[in-house]
């Protein structure tokens, strides 16, 4: 069975640090892999997704970045957070035919900016 | 176009009783439509899901009523259980999925 995994659960960070956000997924090939923002009591912002190595789309101007180094790694990555950075990340997967096909959400990674 | 209003934001029901979240959609081309649960902490889960060719789903006492022609969707949740208590967001999708903003829903013990 597929599994996703996101580390750390928690993280906490004073402005301007760098930060690096893991995401694998075990179980399935070529998925499409997702990076979203939820802040507290709003619902899901989509910051990246990727279609295959190598391959990441913006969805929106911000001060992150996204790589996918391997084909089942997503990584979420700041040279030096802002305190607007703050929020719950979560990291989804889709087969790789994305019509019909729900996404798989990890468990997030609470961000907390000082 | 692109859009999924979702209704209502937060919504309190006796234990028992019936929970019912509604969802709006403009865009024609949205093929799929999955409803996810969210527990505190956690990410989103896959709850119930639709496509366009069906009315309704049933899935225990979770329900999708699907309208086409409305362009609507709503999720029921029958006898509803403390264990209930979570945010509900409907999504819609084809090439890309567009979430709606969440229903913080509470069940009364």
């Known amino acids: 069975s597929q599994t996703i995994h996101q580390w750390p659960a928690t993280l906490v960070q004073p402005v301007g640090s760098p930060l690096s956000l893991e995401c694998t997924v075990e179980g399935t090939s070529n998925p499409n892999l997702y990076w979203y923002r939820q802040a507290a009591g709003r619902g899901l912002q989509l910051l990246f997704y990727s279609v295959g190595i190598g391959q990441i789309s913006s969805e929106v101007p911000q001060n992150l970045s996204a790589s996918r180094p391997q084909d089942r790694q997503f990584i979420l990555s700041s040279k030096k957070l802002l305190l607007s950075d703050s929020g719950f990340y979560l990291c989804a997967w889709s087969t790789e035919d994305a019509s019909n096909q729900p996404q798989h959400f990890g468990d997030g990674t609470r961000l907390s900016i000082l | ?109």
């Open chain 2, 1 to 109: 176009q692109q859009q999924v209003k979702q209704s209502p934001q937060s919504l309190i029901v006796q234990k028992g009783g019936i929970s019912i979240i509604n969802c709006a959609y403009e865009n024609t081309a949205f093929d799929y439509f999955p409803w996810y649960q969210q527990f505190p902490g956690k990410g989103p889960a896959l709850l119930i899901a639709i496509r366009p060719d069906v009315s309704e789903k049933k899935e225990g006492r979770f329900t999708i009523s699907f309208n086409k022609s409305a362009k609507q969707f709503s999720l029921h949740i029958m006898d509803s259980q403390p264990g209930d208590s979570a945010t509900y967001f409907c999504a819609a999708s084809n090439a890309k999925i567009i979430f709606g903003k969440g229903t913080r829903l509470h069940i009364l013990p």
